[in-house]
């Protein structure tokens, strides 16, 4: 199982950004995707989920309206878009199906001016 995160970077808040993960070693097309995030000096939070059929999703709060989760099962790819980014929007962005599965390396979002 591997898991590998792209698209961050840094922007200034208000802005937008386009992760992708994509994902090998297990039946993608048959599992919920997870993005989580970890900030300096904090816990690794969930950040938003999307069926294995990508129908139906949900997202922390704190995010709600300004993050959008897809998938493409065709590719084995995840995605999160994130608009109206704020700074304690500030993380290492990771993709999962499950917390009991390795993790990838992360992708590194900072939101500053």
């Known amino acids: 199982v591997k898991f590998v995160e792209s698209g961050g970077g840094l922007v200034q808040p208000g802005g937008s950004l386009r992760l992708s993960c994509a994902a090998s070693?297990?039946?993608?097309?048959?599992?919920?995707m997870r993005w989580y995030r970890q900030a300096p000096g904090k816990e690794r939070e969930w950040v938003a989920v999307i069926s294995s059929g990508g129908g139906s999703t949900a997202y922390v709060d704190s995010v709600k309206g300004r993050f959008t989760i897809s998938r493409d099962n065709a590719k084995n790819t995840v995605f999160l878009q994130m608009n109206s980014l704020k700074p304690e929007d500030t993380a290492v962005y990771y993709c999962n199906s499950q917390p009991s599965r390795p993790w990838g390396q992360g992708t590194q979002v900072t939101v500053s001016s």
């Open positions: 070693g297990f039946t993608f097309s048959l599992n919920f």
